[in-house]
């Protein structure tokens, strides 16, 4: 099973601000989306890191007032871990796994074709285990 099997059935659409931004920006983002993560993109629309809430609560710690009008810049994860789309699903558990991550954008070259998160790779695990549950009661059955 590949990402790209993954992102055909969840979609591709990623929520992401400028490098540019104001981190409260992004902490709209986060609120109004429920989600745990933005992308950062640059002017010509290149990943050039990602912001999560986990970034903002460490800058919180270590500056309490102020950081919220700062540039995502300055508390985004610059040395972001993709895979491309090609990239099999127990790929991306290794990388979450031994990174300590929970959501690998996708790439296709350059170009941002989705992210894929935890819940998604354990969403997708359960499934293939009831499918495969299912196909041997059927087996027995017969």
């Not at 400028?18 to 920006?25: F, L, N, P, T």
């Not at 993560?37 to 309490?64: H, P």
């Not at 009008?69 to 090609?86: F, Y």
């Not at 170009?111 to 285990?129: E, F, H, P, Q, R």
Request: proline residues 2%.
């Amino acid at each position: 099973m590949s990402v790209q099997d993954i992102l055909r059935n969840k979609g591709n659409k990623v929520f992401s601000v400028s490098d540019k931004s104001k981190i409260r920006e992004a902490i709209a983002m986060l609120n109004e989306h429920n989600i745990g993560v933005v992308l950062v993109m640059n002017k010509s629309d290149k990943l050039v890191g990602i912001l999560s809430e986990r970034d903002i609560i460490r800058r919180s710690l270590t500056q309490e007032t102020g950081f919220r009008d700062e540039l995502v810049s300055k508390s985004m994860t610059k040395n972001v871990l993709t895979v491309p789309p090609t990239a099999t699903l127990d790929q991306v558990m290794e990388i979450m796994t031994n990174s300590r991550i929970r959501h690998v954008p996708i790439l296709d070259g350059d170009k941002v074709v989705g992210l894929i998160s935890i819940g998604d790779v354990v969403k997708k695990k359960i499934a293939d285990t009831e499918q495969e549950a299912a196909a041997l009661r059927d087996y027995i059955s017969s």
